[in-house]
T-cell receptor
């Protein structure tokens, strides 16, 4: 069974640009969560989607958005990039509930110059 | 709100020695508790979780953790570590009861370095 796949693996952007990151969950998993990981702030929850609906959201500005498609694949978008958005963005999938294991992808390393 | 404190940012240990990674949490509601491991350039992998029941939880790779409600702790232990255990370890909590929907609150991580 294939794991969680995130693309691209590395991304370099400049301030003011926007970026879209992609996540394909494990087959059969309907919940997709996104996290930002930085050396200073650690791992922070961005949002979670289930059956194309956002069920939960962290404390990030509106420049961070996401969506989920009918096949459970998810994308997150960051508009008007800032230097502080440089981070490893991790996607995790699960069958549904938080009782289940969250399976994490290897992440997308975003560098904003 | 929930918070997690991992008391040691780095733990060096020799191979085959025992290790304990400490985690304390704060929450006004019941929580579920987790330990994840992150190897370099990889995502996180679940080691073990506590939802309810026995306070001693056994996980993968020989790790175990004990939930102590009175001390609000969830320390991770391994009786004998290997070089391959070198990684960063994260303690995390979520609100119990099914409304967390993917949201885990993580500690800052503990880097475990196993020396030969």
């Amino acid at each position: 069974k294939a794991g969680v796949t995130q693309t691209p693996r590395y991304l370099i952007k400049t301030r003011g640009q926007q970026v879209t990151l992609s996540c394909s969950p494990i087959s059969g998993h309907r919940s997709v969560s996104w996290y930002q990981q930085t050396p200073g702030q650690g791992l922070q929850f961005l949002f979670e989607y289930f059956s194309e609906t956002q069920r939960n959201k962290g404390n990030f500005p509106g420049r961070f958005s996401g969506r989920q498609f009918s096949n459970s694949r998810s994308e997150m978008n960051v508009s008007t990039l800032e230097l502080g958005d440089s981070a490893l963005y991790l996607c995790a999938s699960s069958l549904d509930s938080i009782n289940e294991k969250l399976f994490f992808g290897s992440g997308t390393q975003l560098s904003v110059l | 709100a929930q918070s997690v404190t991992q008391l040691d940012s780095q733990v060096p240990v020799f191979e085959e020695a025992p290790v304990e990674l400490r985690c304390n949490y704060s929450s006004s509601v019941s929580v579920y508790l987790f330990w994840y491991v992150q190897y370099p350039n990889q995502g996180l992998q679940l080691l073990l979780k506590y939802l309810s029941g026995s306070t001693l939880v056994k996980g993968i790779n020989g790790f175990e953790a004990e939930f102590n409600k009175s001390q609000t702790s969830f320390h991770l232990r391994k009786p004998s570590v290997h070089i391959s255990d070198t990684a960063e370890y994260f303690c995390a909590v979520s609100v119990a009861g099914g409304t967390s929907y993917g949201k885990l609150t993580f500690g800052q991580g503990t880097i475990l370095t196993v020396h030969p």
